[in-house]
């Protein structure tokens, strides 16, 4: 099986690192509406903090998919792992992420 390639690398456009040390990654994460960032991989346990109110469709490196409605202020945990990100709602999609590393 082919390896996802790291967020950074995979989703440049979407993603952008703000701080980074042995503890944490911290990523600024922007989707405009019906923008992808293609198939990554988060390598660790992640926080997601949404700020601003949109929906997204995840879809998994299984191929299972979902859609999610994220409100302003939600805060979310999420597994390593890898899928794509679609932003099927109607305004900008804007998380931080902060990964947790081992």
Wanted: glycine residues 6%.
């Amino acid at each position: 099986m082919e390896q996802v390639p790291d967020v950074l690398k995979a989703a440049a456009k979407a993603y952008r690192l703000l701080m980074e040390n042995e503890k944490v990654r911290v990523l600024d994460l922007r989707l405009k509406p019906g923008e992808k960032a293609p198939m990554h991989n988060h390598p660790n346990d992640h926080v997601v903090y949404v700020m601003n109110t949109t929906k997204f469709k995840l879809t998994f490196s299984d191929g299972k998919s979902g859609e999610f409605d994220l409100k302003a202020g939600q805060t979310l945990w999420m597994e390593a792992g890898s899928h794509s990100t679609e932003n099927i709602g109607t305004s900008v999609g804007h998380n931080l992420v902060v990964e947790l590393k081992k």
